[in-house]
């Protein structure tokens, strides 16, 4: 199993920034990508942004130019560093994580609550 424990949530106005964390821990060996999906209210998740063991980094295009994911590998530990924040950034952030045998992202952290207010 894969334990993903997400840090960084909390209230912010709009134009602040917040940076979440993410770090990995158990059966880690075959896990490639790493990411983070979000959770409005009466909304589905969805994609904010993921990257792989190699690099390569998807956004969603609603927070391209604003969002920044990277990753420590020595940390196992994945970050998301959020500028220019908007109200309807507002959501429960997910950390997820998926092995290389995997298509869809099946390890889910518990979610940590980002609130923009305006």
């Known amino acids: 199993q894969v334990q993903l424990v997400e840090s960084g949530g909390g209230l912010v106005q709009a134009g602040g920034s917040l940076r979440l964390s993410c770090a990995a821990s158990g059966n880690i060996v075959s896990i490639n990508s790493m990411g983070w999906y979000r959770q409005a209210p009466g909304q589905q998740r969805g994609l904010v942004a993921v990257i792989t063991n190699g690099g390569t980094i998807n956004y969603a295009d609603s927070v391209k130019g604003r969002f920044t994911i990277s990753r420590d590998n020595a940390k196992n530990t994945v970050y998301l560093q959020m500028n220019s924040l908007q109200p309807e950034d507002t959501a429960v952030y997910y950390c997820?994580?998926?092995?290389?045998?995997?298509?869809?992202?099946?390890?889910w952290g518990q979610g940590t609550q980002v609130t923009v207010s305006s």
């Open positions: 997820a994580a998926k092995r290389i045998t995997s298509i869809v992202y099946n390890y």
